[in-house]
């Protein structure tokens, strides 16, 4: 437990009690213990870690307060890809709140699309909020690309938009797509397969884009179910 103790003192050195109330409040959840550091501190953090520490000592770690986790899990999401598989599991596990989903990126994921799709099929099939939008999170930030897109279209499909942060996340890809891919994206609103408020909050997301055009935009407004 030293080395927890030791991060746990570095951590506090560099809260900030205005910003840990601010983030407190985004984060809609008064079960998580927050400290109050700055996310690029945080990452900072976690880089300097993982030179003096080993990711399973790191993973060891209690996971009683939201930057303990941010730092596990960025320490994991810095790994290999085929070490990164073998903790991408509990990493996901832990994730309770958007913010530490939004924020789990593991950039090796770029260079094994193919190998990572398991994965994301079992995090959609499974009846939790997080899991599912870490799903939906993960396809926005490494799979908007062309051939992608019909595989896109059938996790959408399939999502269970009851959750508010997976409709959050449902709504945000399918703005990305708009934006990527705009005819493609059309064409799967047309379809009419999202519900009423995630089809609406799609085109909300993507009509604040300004990577769109405004005929583009008065087009998907003309849209709304």
């Given at each position: ?208 884009s300004f990577r769109l055009t405004d005929e583009q935009k008065n087009e998907l407004k003309g849209m709304k179910k």
């Amino acid at each position: 437990m030293e080395l927890y103790h030791g991060l746990l003192a570095e951590l506090k050195e560099l809260s900030d009690e205005n910003y840990r109330e601010f983030h407190k409040r985004l984060l809609k959840n008064d079960a998580i213990n927050v400290i109050g550091v700055r996310t690029p501190d945080l990452r900072k953090l976690a880089k300097k870690w993982a030179k003096q520490a080993t990711v399973r000592e790191i993973m060891s770690f209690p996971d009683e307060y939201y930057e303990v986790t941010f730092v596990k899990l960025t320490a994991v999401s810095n790994l290999k890809f085929d070490e990164f598989t073998t903790y991408v599991d509990d990493c996901v596990a832990l994730i309770d709140n958007w913010a530490t989903c939004d924020c789990f990126t593991p950039k090796c994921i770029s260079k094994h699309q193919t190998e990572f799709l398991p994965y994301i099929e079992k995090y959609l099939k499974a009846d939790a909020e997080f899991y599912q939008r870490f799903a939906f999170t993960t396809l926005l930030h490494y799979y908007v690309e062309e051939k992608y897109l019909n595989l896109i279209f059938n996790c959408l499909n399939g999502a269970d938009t009851d959750y508010y942060y997976v409709h959050m996340a449902v709504a945000w890809l399918t703005a990305e797509i708009l934006v990527k891919y705009y005819d493609a994206g059309k064409e799967f609103l047309k379809a009419g397969t999202l519900d009423k408020k995630t089809h609406n909050k799609a085109i909300q997301k993507a009509t604040e884009s300004f990577r769109l055009t405004d005929e583009q935009k008065n087009e998907l407004k003309g849209m709304k179910k």
